[in-house]
């Protein structure tokens, strides 16, 4: 008898969580399986056959016996495949390639300064194949590239607004797809920096928060309910376009009083130059060189510093009187900053936060720093590919 969508369906969904409870528990027996996630034995002995054949899981060794047969060792074949991550700054691009559990294996970073769009697509297809060229062997290669943008994008992957990079209606996953014949993925930079640090940051992570990109611009990545928040069309995340000075400074994105203005890394960097910190036309001052001056007691950097801080620490009040999270976490370059960034948004939300708020909201400063949104994009690519590799087997 053949069977019916339904059955198909269940057999997905039991073959997805055998799957994942050998990700997260390896090394683990058939058995154990069965215990923890109440399916039969005959079930999950089909199924990770179906696993082996696969490629997706191994066998290793023995465990120990509790009275019958040694039990055969399942673990995750981490190996099977590789993803690569991209973060498209403004001024840089940022790659990595990664296991089938998140690991770095490769990487690789460029920095430019007002390069075209030609220019720069043509960059990042040069980092896809020096990161391509550095998988080992594998069963399946390389499974697909995600790339994180600094703008609005649409579930189609087109750009659709990236004011700092001067991007428009750009049809970024159709120029990708037609060089490289793999799985691609474009998303919001901090929607894919949220999931980076879902997944990998070091810090403890709650149900609901609320992941702040400060870079050259400033985005936000929402965690709630434990899942990532696109919106209704996938737009959510510009928050760095959220007015804060309705008769402030003209916004490339064509509004005044943007928060980005006045809290990002560009407001820093336009600041330090207006003070006539910037030697030299040709050689941009960097936020890594105001660090270095701030760390040698330079009192008018670290004043940059502070009044950033303070413009931060007044969008982030407006997030989390909005959205009420458990956390709050600060990622991406402004991180570098952080010595001089931290006290300045501790005291003004401390003074500035309704009085039932304090206590349940931690403001923390992601370890990922700019490695946040790569390995999120990579993150999703991997996932993807273990869902569509598992409905391609059941539909076979």
Known sequence: MPETGNQKLV????????????????????????????????TVSSLVSELLDDKLISESGMGESRGGRKPVILLFNHRAGYSIGIDLGVNY?????????GQIVEKQKISFHQLSLEAIIDKMKDMIRNLSAAAPDSPNGIVGIGVGVPGIVDHDGNVLLAPNLGWNNVPLKEILEREF?????????????????????????????????????????????????RGTKGYSGEIGHMVIDVDGKQCRCGRKGCWE????????????????????????????????????????????????????????????NTFNPEQVIIGNRLVMARKWLEPVITERLQA??????????????????????????AAFITQRFLENGLEQTVTN
Do not use: W
């Open 11 to 42: 057999k997905k969904i039991n073959k997805s969580i055998v799957l994942r409870m050998i990700r997260n528990h390896a090394p683990i027996s058939r058995a154990a399986i069965s215990q923890k996630a109440g399916l039969n034995r005959g």
């Open 93 to 101: 691009m940022l790659g990595i390639l990664t296991d089938l559990k």
């Open 181 to 229: 014949s793999l799985p691609i993925l474009i998303e919001n930079e901090a929607n894919a920096g949220a999931y980076g640090v879902k997944l990998y940051g070091t810090e403890e992570i709650r149900e609901n928060l609320i992941y702040i990109s400060a870079g050259i611009g400033v985005g936000a990545g929402l965690i709630l309910n434990d899942s990532l928040y």
């Open 261 to 320: 203005l006045y809290a990002s890394e560009q407001a820093i960097l336009e600041e330090a130059r207006s003070l006539g910190l910037e030697t030299s036309k040709s050689q941009p001052i960097t936020l890594e060189q105001l660090v270095e001056h701030a760390e040698n007691g330079d009192s008018k950097v670290i004043s940059l510093f502070e009044h950033a801080g303070k413009y931060l620490a007044e969008g982030i009040l407006n997030l989390v």
């Open 352 to 377: 500035q936060t309704m009085g039932f708020n304090q206590e349940d909201i931690h403001v923390t400063y992601s370890q990922l720093s700019t490695h946040a949104s790569p390995m999120g994009m």
